[in-house]
């Protein structure tokens, strides 16, 4: 049917927590995957007590992170560490094509759901589990968050400024990059399955699949033997690049400069055209070399100006610049309104929920978001009955003995 979303006939069973795996799940969410999220009100997922909070107010079912990244998805409490938790786990996986994990090292197969074991159940099962370090090698027990798996990459040895301490990238970095490649190696087995009617078993490591973004680091020490450092906001071929201070507090604009052109343009808009002719800052390479100079120009002009109006001007000139936006500023932005980025969808609890949307558009099949993210147990009874058909009998047996927690 014209317009039907693209996975409409996925099933995902996803153990998935934190971020690096519930942001991939979301994405096959959103263009129809039907997914179910288990997890347990006894050992609370990490990412519910995470900020920003419902009107301040931390709790369980008050983090709009949480929200963000499992909207869409069906939400089931279980305690699979009983016998009647893990057989309904397994019927789960009987009505499953995918089952997501994100567990540390070996904790699938300590409860009896590793991949041997539950393509004994369904042979064509397709199974990701997602760790820091992979399941295998001297560091496949090596356990915590992305911000570790950046540093242990080496990303911390080239953010920062020189002759300071790293200072690594915002937050957990690989949990920011595992998801994409995560969805794509879930639709690519779906792809071989459907081609071939064979499950797989999918290991990523979330170091390595980070090391992609080091790609100009480790080649440059490839063929060249060089070490890269820190260099704070600088670049290794571009000057001036660089992010500079704006009138008003905590107001920026950022400028690259890439060409002999918009070095021109740029010294037109801020009105030295003096500096063309500088034999300082002459090429590229000797703005690098007189960086701090050419800085203190560029701030000196910036600092008085509001960081808007900076960027239409420099782009006006054909000079890549772009004001610095704060969370309030991006909530408001006219581009990402125009394009639907925030969502705002009902919420059982409080009212509603602000979501972000899927990040890119198809045009004949657009992602549908319009589900928040479930509250502890919110669908047992749907998954138990209308997926799995139980009857009202055996699930309530099920609730009596305290297995849907």
């Known amino acids: 049917m014209a317009n039907d979303l693209p996975l409409t006939d996925v099933h995902i069973l996803d153990f998935m927590w934190v971020m690096a795996g519930p942001g991939a799940t979301r994405i096959l969410a959103d263009y129809g995957a039907v997914v179910v999220r288990v997890e347990s009100s006894r050992h609370l997922d990490t990412l519910r007590t995470v900020t920003p909070f419902h009107n301040g107010q931390p709790g369980a079912e008050n983090s709009g992170f949480f929200q963000n990244l499992n ?46 074991s539950l393509r004994q159940v369904k042979p064509d099962i397709i199974m990701l589990s997602s760790s820091l370090m992979g399941q295998s090698g001297p560091l496949a027990q090596f356990a915590g968050f992305g911000n570790l798996a950046a540093a242990i990459s080496g990303f ?173 500023d991006l909530y408001r932005d006219p581009q990402l309104a125009h394009r639907g980025h925030f969502v705002e969808l009902t919420h059982p609890i409080h009212g509603t929920t602000t979501v972000e949307g899927s990040r890119f558009t198809l045009s004949r099949t657009p992602a549908r978001i319009d589900r928040a993210g479930p509250t502890l147990g919110r669908d047992n009874r749907y998954v138990l009955e209308t997926i799995l058909g139980y009857s009202a009998e055996r699930i309530a047996e099920l609730e009596a003995q305290g297995v849907l927690q």
């Open 156 to 328: 911390y040895s080239l953010t920062g400024w020189p002759g300071r301490a790293p200072a690594g990238p915002f937050g957990a970095y690989t949990d920011t990059v595992a998801p994409r490649f995560t969805a794509a190696a879930i639709l690519a087995a779906l792809e071989y399955r459907r081609r071939t009617g064979q499950g797989q078993y999918i290991d990523q490591s979330q170091a390595e699949t980070a090391l992609h973004f080091l790609a100009p680091a480790l080649l440059n020490y490839t063929v060249n033997r060089r070490v890269q450092s820190q260099l704070g906001n600088r670049d290794l071929l571009m000057a001036p690049h660089g992010v500079y201070a704006a009138a008003g507090e905590d107001r920026w604009v950022a400028i690259a400069v890439t060409t002999p052109a918009q070095w021109e343009a740029l010294c037109e808009a801020m009105q030295h055209p003096e500096l063309i002719d500088d034999p300082r800052f002459a090429t590229a390479a000797l703005r690098r070399t007189h960086q701090n100079e050419l800085e203190a120009i560029i701030v000196a002009w910036t600092h008085t100006r509001d960081a808007n109006e900076i960027e239409t001007l420099l782009q006006a000139h054909g000079v890549p610049a772009s004001a610095l936006q704060t969370m309030y």
């Open 71 to 116: 909207a869409g998805k069906l939400g089931m409490t279980l305690d699979f560490s009983t016998a009647a938790g893990r057989a309904v786990v397994l019927d789960l996986v009987r009505w499953a094509d995918v089952v997501t994990e994100s567990f540390s090292s070996q904790a699938m197969r300590a409860w009896g759901f590793d991949y041997e």
